[in-house]
């Protein structure tokens, strides 16, 4: 019965795929990294091109180490930087989860298919024009699991997210729409303890729920109620707010401490069997962004760290900027409590989700008043500087370690949490 | 926090660090090996290497569970999982791990009914709640995790639950590691041995590797300072000409091992003739089977288990990455064929795998970081 007595062997149609692309992009590669892009592209001290000749005459002496491993780096660049695919057949958990799979996902069918220069920036939300004023416009689904956690419900989630999407863009979020999916079977006094719940996130943030839709699914097909809401807002501001707009000198800024939500969402599951004190963090920035852009504050991006956490957010700012991004583990705050939960079970918190909490982006020179008018601000009371843009390596976050190394900090791959927002 | 904070002191890293590096020779290079997976993911989450001298290089070991994990034995697990009423559970560590035809992931994706648990115990529970479904525990690692199914299997029995079963790929170190000894196109001097592993078998079992091979063994913790601890007591011993086990983990390792797990472990389980490993090939009496006096635990007997072999790819290199002949970005797909989103070689899966954890931590050279820390 034991593996390999029949001697049968079998060779995996996906792998030899992935290899005759590896060889396109290898021989593609090696060509012009010979003569003019690889240089150019690497940038770095090692030029491509030159190593690139060392390979095709052939040497019989091994390459030094940097050497090697710099057109190796280049080589996992151009990988990188090839158009997106999926390559699954089917959707797996993992496009869900914010991490590379969802990325390839968005650029590889939904940019791919509605591509215009409103879509292209992928921010949070889009900025219009309409009869002279700038709106901007989101839209954002929630399909938390458990619905209430400590700290919040899918109502509150369902407002604040949205909120905050538009508050990204420097707006003053105005109306929102509502729309629920509901499973047969699910409690009305529940749906009235979350409709309860959205109607004072949106008092707090100031906005109206203004249109809505109903749709009811049989037992099964849904898993209890999903919330979608839209939402849009005025932008009063002639700021050009986008994490394309980073560039090296400006600082990295965090509004509190990270992960609670996340962490919350997984204790709250009651599968660990694990129990601490904390809460979600869902909340409107929108009152802490005004505050923010109101002063002469050099703000030159804003993103809120949901699914996929800060993480996410860096590895975004350092390739729209085509930048570096160097954040230091000592000056990111991290509450003991999600610390200690995410030591417990091997989770960075840099890739926990946040539901209150923004990552600006910020002139260096005017990182103190920018900290200054956040740390006014309720919540914003533990706002941090956690690190700055820098010139190189383009396109690569990298972390200064408490213990005093350094690591890159990439996009997550796939997420052992499901449905946190 | 308190047990965190102390073993990731930057001050006393640095003082190690200087200790170290006096105690390399000029002009001679030294290669060690952290054997297990935990130690290769605690050196490059931490940036642990940025703390060496030019002259000591880690190697990374076979002791990653998944990384070893032959295709062929997904592909009969996925087998077993697509026969009617099974319900496959599995660490999420093994939801990724390529087959021929995919991950765990993607045959859930095809409505496959595959979940994730966290502890072989939650299988136990699926069982009991599901007493209409077959519910089978994909059973992977070295010692390490081999007790917790092995007690789950005695509380199976005990219960008498009819319902659940075992599909073992549980290995052990000692075989690997004389492979990788007794591996001719292979160089290393010292191994920094594995911590989790040890807490079961304890450190005798490594005796052989100092007396007959002449290497020292020093078992190490999984906080960045144990490790760097470690690569000093390594060293010591290379600059007395030693070659000794020592154990730097002791407020967690016994030196006899955990004699109440090893005795679950003996009691349900036995070991196999040979075993295939991932890259490695067969290994005899490598890896354990359930005992025949659990035979109705034992998913290989009560399934039609095809016994597929898959011949890993040939680009695939994880076989000389696992050996530590070949640093994971020497291989020839590294990056571009083979990233963590879409794995070929097992290395590149689990955070623990080498290949992995140098994707994502540490693919800068050393130049490159410092000079990023300067601008």
């Known amino acids: 019965m034991s593996t390999g007595q029949d001697g049968r062997t079998h060779s995996a149609g996906w792998v030899a795929e992935a290899l005759r692309e590896h060889e396109e992009q290898v021989s593609g590669g090696q060509v012009s990294g010979g003569q003019v892009s690889g240089g150019q592209v690497s940038g770095g001290q090692v030029s491509g091109g030159q190593a690139a000749g060392h390979v095709r005459r052939g040497s019989p002496q091994p390459l030094p180490g940097t050497v090697r491993e710099e057109l190796v780096l280049e080589r996992i660049d151009r990988a990188r930087r090839a158009r997106p695919r999926v390559k699954e057949e089917r959707i797996t958990m993992s496009h869900g989860a914010g991490g590379k799979a969802t990325q390839t996902l968005i650029e590889a069918i939904f940019l791919d298919a509605f591509r215009n220069p409103l879509l292209e920036p992928l921010e949070d939300s889009a900025q219009l024009l309409l009869g002279g004023s700038r709106i901007a416009l989101t839209t954002d689904s929630y399909v938390v699991k458990p619905l209430f956690f400590p700290g919040g419900d899918i109502g509150d989630l369902a407002v604040n997210g949205t909120v905050n999407d538009l508050s990204m863009a420097g707006a003053q979020p105005l109306y929102l729409s509502s729309g629920f999916i509901l499973e047969e079977g699910f409690p009305v006094a529940d749906l009235s303890r979350i409709v309860a719940s959205m109607r004072a996130a949106a008092q707090a943030a100031g906005v109206q729920i203004v249109t809505g839709d109903t749709k009811v699914v049989e037992k099964g097909k849904a898993d209890g109620c999903y919330i979608n809401t839209a939402g849009v807002g005025l932008i009063e501001h002639d700021l050009n707010l986008g994490v394309a707009q980073a560039r090296p000198g400006d600082a990295i800024i965090v509004s509190g401490p990270i992960g609670d939500h996340g962490i919350t969402i997984m204790l709250a599951r009651g599968e660990l069997d694990i129990e601490a004190d904390v809460t979600s963090d869902t909340a409107p920035l929108c009152g802490m962004v005004a505050s923010l852009l109101s002063g002469p504050t050099g703000v030159r991006a804003l993103r809120d760290a949901t699914r996929g956490g800060v993480a996410t957010i860096l590895n975004e700012i350092a390739t729209a900027a085509g930048v570096g991004v160097l954040v230091s583990e000592d000056d990111i705050p991290v509450r003991a409590e999600v610390r200690g939960a995410s030591e417990l079970l091997g989770i960075d918190p840099m890739y926990v989700a946040c539901e209150g909490r923004l990552v600006a982006v910020v002139d260096g020179a005017k990182a103190d008043v920018a900290l200054a008018a956040l740390r006014a601000h309720p919540r914003g009371e533990q706002a941090a500087i956690i690190g700055q843009v820098t010139a190189t390596p383009p396109g690569i976050v990298q972390l200064k370690t408490a213990f005093g190394g350094t690591r890159i900090v990439d996009l997550l791959v796939g997420d052992p949490l499901p449905r946190i927002c | 926090m308190r047990f965190v904070d102390e073993f990731r002191d930057a001050g006393k890293a640095h003082a190690l660090a200087a200790k170290i590096a006096d105690l390399c020779e ?54 077993l999982a697509a026969e009617p009423d099974v319900i496959m559970t599995s660490f999420g560590d093994m939801m990724r791990v390529p087959g021929s035809n995919g991950s765990f992931f993607d045959a859930k994706a095809r409505g496959t009914d595959i979940r994730m648990v966290y502890s072989p115990l939650d299988s136990l529970k699926i069982a009991r709640q599901n007493p209409d479904k077959r519910v089978v525990f994909m059973a992977i690692g070295f010692e390490t995790t081999a007790p917790s199914t092995a007690m789950t299997v005695l509380r199976a029995a005990k219960e008498g639950l009819a319902n659940f079963s075992v599909f073992c790929n549980h290995v052990t170190i000692i075989p690997a590691i004389k492979a990788i000894l007794d591996s001719p196109d292979l160089r290393l001097d010292g191994f920094i041995g594995p911590g989790h592993v040890s807490t079961v078998i304890g450190c005798r079992p490594y005796e052989f590797i100092a007396r007959d091979y002449g290497k020292p063994v020093v078992v190490a913790g999984f906080e960045p300072l144990d490790i760097l601890q470690s690569i000093y007591m390594l060293m010591l011993q290379l600059s007395g000409g030693q070659s000794a086990v020592q154990n730097q983990y002791s407020r967690v390792v016994p030196w006899d091992g955990n004699v109440v797990a090893l ?17 490695l090939g067969f290994i005899s009496h490598s890896a354990l089977k359930v005992r025949e006096q659990y035979a109705s635990f034992d998913a290989e007997l009560l399934f039609k288990v095809p016994g597929v072999r898959v011949a890993d790819p040939k680009a695939c290199q994880c076989g000389e990455v696992l050996k530590g002949v070949l640093k994971p970005w020497e291989c020839k797909v590294f990056g571009t064929a083979c990233t963590p989103e879409t794995p070929i070689g097992t290395c590149m899966v689990s955070p623990e795998g080498a290949c992995a954890a140098y994707y994502n931590y540490g693919r800068l050279t050393r130049t490159r970081v410092s000079e990023a820390s300067r601008s």
């Open chain 2, 263 to 279: 005795k679950a472990i003996g009691q349900t389980m036995e070991l196999r003739p040979y075993f295939e490993w991932r890259g």
């Open chain 2, 26 to 79: 000029p002009g001679r290079q030294y290669k060690l090996m952290e054997v297990c997976g935990g130690h290769t993911h605690t050196i490059y989450k931490h940036g642990l290497e940025d703390y060496l001298p030019e002259q000591i290089t880690l190697v990374h070991g076979p002791g990653c569970p998944v990384c070893v994990i032959p295709m062929g034995r997904v592909d009969d697990a996925m087998a």
